[in-house]
């Protein structure tokens, strides 16, 4: 699976819209982007995934590169919940290792 | 739509007692199942996958066990407890046609072996 390089932590203000970036310049063809978030003491949280098209669903929109060496998740309108560390990762879909491996991702800080 | 329960959410158990942690998905056939391990402040670790009833993987060698008696259960398992068991268990499942990469947990269960 390709690496990916994000931030350590971000603040976004109640309302405003978070761009969460993620770097995976050595991402392969056949390799999807995925993002995930963690609540504190909760479990892992799947929120989105594209291989080359902007996606967007009830909970996020994902834009990736022309080149596909980076993408942004973003929730347009953040809430004090959204406070979470989020994970994007870079795999192909249907083969190799089944374990998700998240990195250390983005902690989010939602400020009221 | 699908969801997915565990239990018991905390459990405190003291070295070389057993365990039995239980996991049932809702409104999915034939998923695949997860049971992973998050220790504090580190990544996740999987520790077994099901694609089937009866079929289980294990993905590293240790003092747990994991069986899948019906299609949308899932149990992990010890005979004797030991104080390097502590951490967040959990499962998680992902649907035939959805791929590896997108899977869906449950809400974990906290075991703090004592």
């Known amino acids: 699976d390709a690496k990916t390089t994000q931030p350590p932590s971000m603040d976004c203000a109640e309302g405003r819209a978070a761009n969460l970036p993620c770097n995976h310049s050595t991402i392969s063809g056949n390799e999807y982007v995925y993002w995930y978030r963690q609540i504190h003491s909760q479990g892992p949280q799947y929120i989105i995934h594209g291989l080359k098209n902007n996606e967007t669903n009830e909970m996020a929109s994902l834009i990736i590169t022309e080149d596909r060496k980076s993408s942004t998740l973003i929730l347009p309108h953040a809430t004090l919940r959204d406070t979470a560390v989020y994970y994007c990762i870079v795999r192909v879909p249907n083969t190799g290792r089944r374990a998700l491996t998240f990195g250390s991702g983005t902690r989010l800080q939602v400020q009221p | 739509s699908q969801t997915i329960h565990q239990w018991p959410a905390t459990l405190v158990q003291p070295v070389g007692s057993p365990l039995s942690l239980e996991c049932t998905v809702e409104?999915?056939?034939?998923?695949?199942l997860y049971w992973y391990r998050q220790a504090a402040g580190r990544g996740l670790q999987l520790l077994f996958y099901?694609?089937?009833?009866?079929?289980i993987s294990s993905e590293v060698p240790q003092n747990l066990s994991a069986s899948r008696p019906q299609d949308r259960q899932f149990i992990l398992s010890s005979k004797k407890l030991l104080l390097s068991d502590s951490g967040f268990y959990l499962c998680?499942?992902?649907?035939?046609?959805?791929?590896?990469?997108?899977?869906?947990f449950g809400p974990g269960t906290r075991l703090t072996v004592t």
């Open positions: 409104g999915t056939s034939n998923p695949n």
């Open positions: 099901s694609v089937g009833i009866g079929q």
């Open positions: 998680a499942w992902s649907g035939v046609g959805q791929g590896l990469g997108e899977q869906y």
